[in-house]
């Protein structure tokens, strides 16, 4: 079983805090991906499994062992970095086998392991190239080989795909993806990247800096949908989701029914009614996704109500278009089909709708989502 658990896990640099009161079950087998923007401390957490950072506080088990005071090579984990740190004068079999051969395992094993390893990753034909005859996303793949060979409890990646071009990472992350779940390792993944987050994770681990979280760097943890559908507070409501949720201060009404911020008017969603109580006559931030604007005519909603806003910006993709339109001072977006319908153009005023149902409320203060039946 190797579940990995950080209990109230504290982390100082120099006594500048970088992590705070992080608790978190990993749980055996389980992919999981911690996210969050530069700087929020995800490689010093990663770092801390691997054992490459000290433990300022709290406790941290792999498996049912406290780790704390473990070292490195005795916690039979194996970590594949964004450089993929290959021995430029060895080939490709070497460097998978290198490992291997430090511990000095029988040669006939070695080479099966490696044999084995490389025909996984589509590597055989390149076994005997240096790397520096080898593509970025062959190099990642000899890198993930001295990784898988060495069978370990728990595979720890930061930021692997950074440096490959955008169509190399898509293969790529997908084929990290499967391999894992045919491993049935334990694996942490780092990324910045919330695309890489929701296409890769069982769950996801989203992280803030201190310096706006002062109580704690763990904003949620979920599965990808239960990150999109229900953010448990604005952090996470802006951080998952392409374009940015939309957020804008509304003020709920004397009878808890409706919304407004000047002649945006929205009905509170069934859900949101009986957790209201507290705000009558009070601002909320209101979240709305670019999907859930659509075009007047178009959308197929049973409950909409019309939004109207100062076209800045169309941007043309094709199957969908994205409109960046102003509403007072906040700059809002819409993602509306992309064929078949008549786009807006800059400095129009266009009439869009919005899916009155697909709301998300929170504490302007606290920042955290009202309470939902
Ligand atoms: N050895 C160190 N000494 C002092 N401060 C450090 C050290 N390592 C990291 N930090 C600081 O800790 C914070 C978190 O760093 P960390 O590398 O964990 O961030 P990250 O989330 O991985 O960011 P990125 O996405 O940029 O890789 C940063 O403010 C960083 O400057
Ligand atoms: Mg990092």
Redesign the pocket.
């Known amino acids: 079983m190797a579940q990995i658990i950080f209990d109230a896990v504290s ?1 100082r ?2 006594d ?1 805090p ?2 705070e009161n992080l608790s978190l079950h990993i749980r055996d087998q389980e992919f999981m991906v ?1 996210v ?12 801390m499994i691997a054992g490459l ?1 000290e433990i300022s506080a709290g406790t941290l088990s792999i498996g049912d062992r406290v780790v704390n005071d473990v070292h490195p090579k005795d916690r039979d984990v194996a970590m594949v970095f964004q450089s993929y740190a290959l021995y430029p004068h060895m080939s490709v079999r070497d460097n998978i086998a290198f490992g291997l051969k430090i511990r000095k395992l029988p040669p006939a094993e070695i080479d099966a392991l490696v044999n084995d390893a490389a025909s996984m990753l589509g590597l055989t034909e390149f076994l005997d190239r240096k790397p520096r005859a080898l593509s970025g996303g062959q190099r990642q793949r000899v890198a993930l080989g001295r990784a898988i060979v060495r069978k370990p409890k728990v595979f720890l990646f ?2 692997p795909l950074s440096n490959l071009d955008a169509e190399l990472r898509v293969v790529m992350r997908a084929e990290i993806a499967r391999l894992q779940r045919r491993l049935k390792i334990t694996t942490v993944y ?1 990324t ?1 990247d919330q695309v890489e987050a929701m296409t890769m994770g069982d769950r996801i681990a989203v ?1 803030a ?1 201190l310096k706006r979280h002062p109580a704690g760097n763990l904003m949620q943890v979920g599965t990808p949908l239960e990150l999109y559908d229900r953010p448990q507070n604005l952090f996470v409501a802006r951080f998952i989701g392409t374009p940015s949720m939309n957020v804008v201060p509304m003020e709920v009404d004397a009878s808890g029914t409706q919304l407004r911020h000047q002649d945006l008017v929205l009905p509170v969603p069934a859900s949101f009614r009986a957790g209201i109580g507290n705000y009558h006559g009070r601002t909320v931030s209101v979240g709305f996704r670019p999907e859930h604007v659509g075009h007047a005519e178009e959308h197929q909603w049973t409950s909409v109500a019309p939004i109207r806003g100062a076209v800045e910006i169309v941007e043309t993709l094709g199957h969908e278009a994205m409109i960046h339109f102003r509403l007072g001072e906040h700059m809002l977006i819409g993602k509306i089909r992309g064929h078949g319908l008549t786009l807006p153009r800059p400095g129009e005023t266009v009439e869009l709708v919005i899916k009155a149902d697909g709301l998300h409320l929170f504490d302007p203060q606290s920042e955290k989502r009202l309470p939902e039946a």
Not at 37 to 47: F, V
Request: aromatic share 8%; charged share 25%; glycine share 12%.
């Open positions: 982390k640099f120099n500048v970088v992590i911690f969050g923007p530069s700087g929020c401390g995800k490689s010093t957490a990663l770092r950072e930061d930021e780092v910045h992280l800096p």
